[in-house]
């Protein structure tokens, strides 16, 4: 079984440093955490030694379109009114809320 980049090289810096893979598994999950949470207050970030992560306007764009439509899409079963049990019903409003908040994070990254 091929290994994923991530694993491949994991296991390459293990090797080469003489490390525990785990270790190494550790070092990486914590940076790509780092990471990804400075994304959420900037639309770049550079980390020395790895690269720099940046928000394609793009990218966000089509996101946020792709949204838009999945939130049009429940909001229109729910109008419809197909017979839904309340479980089901509160569901789709929790799924809605989400896709809310999404979009309002995404609009902070155009």
Not at 47 to 60: A, E, H, K, N, Q
């Amino acid at each position: 079984m091929a290994l994923n980049p991530l694993d491949l090289a994991a296991r390459k810096t293990a090797v080469q440093l003489n490390l525990p893979e785990s270790l190494v598994e550790l070092v990486i999950a914590y940076k790509w955490k780092e990471v990804h949470q400075a994304q959420y207050d900037n639309k770049s970030i550079e980390d020395s030694g790895l690269c720099t992560f940046s928000i394609r306007t793009r990218v966000v764009e089509k996101n946020i379109l792709k949204i838009n439509s999945m939130l049009a899409a429940l909001n229109k079963q729910l109008q419809d009114g197909n017979n839904f049990t309340e479980k089901q019903i509160a569901r789709k409003e929790e799924v809605i809320q989400r896709l809310i908040e999404q979009i309002q994070y995404l609009e902070t990254k155009l």
